[in-house]
C-alpha cells in the first residue's frame, strides 16, 4: 500500500483538486483507492456527497479522519488491501497536517506562482525533511499558454532545494465546473487539455510511487 500525503502550509493552492484528481485517476487504473480527509473543512467529503449524487460513480472511497484515528484507519486500510491512500491534509502548522505527513512515506506539495505560495511551499518542505520523508513540489494554477509560471516556479524550487513534478496544472475553467458535480476533469471533459494533464501527472505519479495494477474489484465493503 503507498501513502501519500498531500500538503502545503498555505490556504488556497489546490490541494483538495489534486488529491481527487489524483484518486479518480488511480479508481479509473483500476486500484483500490482511498481519500482520507483530515482537514475540519471536509472540503474532500463535500465533494464526496456531490459525487453520490451522480449514476455510478461511488468511488473513490472517501472518509474524514481525525489525527487521533488516522494510524487505526491506515492499518484498516492495509488489511483491506488498500492500494493507495491520499490524505488530503489542512493548510497552517497544525498537528493534522504534521500527522498526515509523518505517515506517509512521500509528500507532494500543491503550489502556484505567488510569493505567499512560496513561502508554504519552503515551510513544507522543511517539514518533510525533518519527518525524513520524500517530497515533490507540483506547480498548479499555472496560466494556460505561458511558460513564464513554469520558468519562475523551476528556479526558486531549486533555491528551496525540492524537486518539481514534470507536469504542470493550468488554471483550466473545468476543475471548478466539475468540482460543483462531485466529478473531476478528466470525467467531465474527457478529450480536453485537463484531461491530458492529469493523464500525463497520473503516468508520472503512478511511476513514481511504483504503483502496480491492482484489482479490478474494488473492496467496497472491507472498508467500510
Known amino acids: 500500500m503507498r501513502t501519500i500525503a498531500i500538503s502545503i502550509n498555505k490556504g488556497g ?54 489525527e487521533q484515528d488516522l494510524s487505526d484507519e491506515l492499518k484498516r486500510a492495509e488489511s483491506a488491501g488498500c492500494d493507495l491512500v491520499l490524505i488530503d491534509t489542512p493548510p497552517g502548522r497544525s498537528s493534522e497536517a504534521m500527522a498526515g505527513c509523518e505517515a506517509a512515506e512521500l509528500v507532494l506539495i500543491p503550489f502556484w506562482n505567488d510569493q505567499d505560495s512560496y513561502e508554504g511551499v519552503a515551510k513544507t518542505t522543511l517539514l518533510a525533511r525533518r519527518l525524513g520523508k520524500e517530497a515533490i513540489g507540483v506547480l498548479n494554477f499555472a496560466t494556460p499558454n505561458s511558460k513564464s509560471h513554469e520558468e519562475t516556479a523551476r528556479e526558486v524550487l531549486k533555491v528551496i532545494g525540492l524537486p518539481m513534478a514534470p507536469v504542470i496544472l493550468h488554471r ?28 500525463a501527472l497520473w503516468k508520472w505519479f503512478s511511476a513514481t510511487v511504483q504503483m502496480g495494477k491492482g484489482a479490478t474489484v474494488h473492496k467496497v465493503k472491507e472498508m467500510v
Open 13 to 66: 493552492q489546490g490541494k483538495t483538486t489534486l488529491t481527487k484528481t489524483l484518486a479518480t485517476a488511480a479508481t479509473q487504473a483500476g486500484l483500490n483507492v482511498l481519500v482520507l480527509d483530515v482537514d475540519t473543512q471536509q472540503n474532500a467529503v463535500g465533494w464526496k456527497k456531490r459525487r453520490e449524487k451522480q449514476q455510478n460513480k461511488p468511488l473513490p472511497l472517501i472518509r474524514f479522519v481525525t
Open 172 to 199: 483550466y475553467d473545468v476543475h471548478r465546473l466539475a468540482n460543483v458535480k462531485g466529478l473531476t476533469a478528466q470525467e467531465v471533459e474527457p478529450e480536453s487539455s485537463a484531461a491530458e494533464e492529469i493523464k
